[in-house]
């Protein structure tokens, strides 16, 4: 069901950012026939929701990881009006919920997370 969600808001997405492009056609072609076009005033709406398409980014890096920068690339691509820090707020809030581990510089998905070991782990031995 997770996935369906995250699938319909990245469409619902989509569809905002092909509609203000159709918009900005629209304006062009009416400019250079010399047409003035009513700009009727509408509500400021918010950008829709990115964990779904962070989500849907880490799943698809898998083991490799991403870094914050990389997977606000991708999801600009998605959501082009996502706002400066929400990717990194997201990726943290994931990582806070126990969804996402951040080693080094990358995040991962928990199942795709680098394992750690001690050196009890590796084969370390006392020599006498």
Request: a positive charge; charged letters at 30%; proline letters at 5%.
């Amino acid at each position: 069901m997770k996935a369906l969600e995250a699938k319909l808001e990245r469409i619902e997405a989509e569809i905002q950012r092909l509609q203000a492009a159709k918009q900005a056609l629209v304006e062009l072609r009416a400019e250079i026939n010399g047409e003035v076009l009513e700009v009727a005033s509408k509500p400021r709406s918010r950008s829709p929701s990115v964990k779904p398409v962070v989500l849907d980014i880490m799943a698809q890096v898998g083991a490799q990881g991403a870094t914050t920068q990389e997977v606000e690339a991708e999801v600009r691509k998605a959501v082009p009006t996502v706002a400066k820090d929400t990717v990194a707020s997201v990726l943290s809030r994931l990582k806070s919920d126990g969804a996402l581990v951040y080693e080094g510089e990358r995040y991962f998905e928990k199942r795709h997370a680098p394992v750690r070991q001690t050196p009890f782990e590796t084969g370390f031995r006392v020599v006498s």
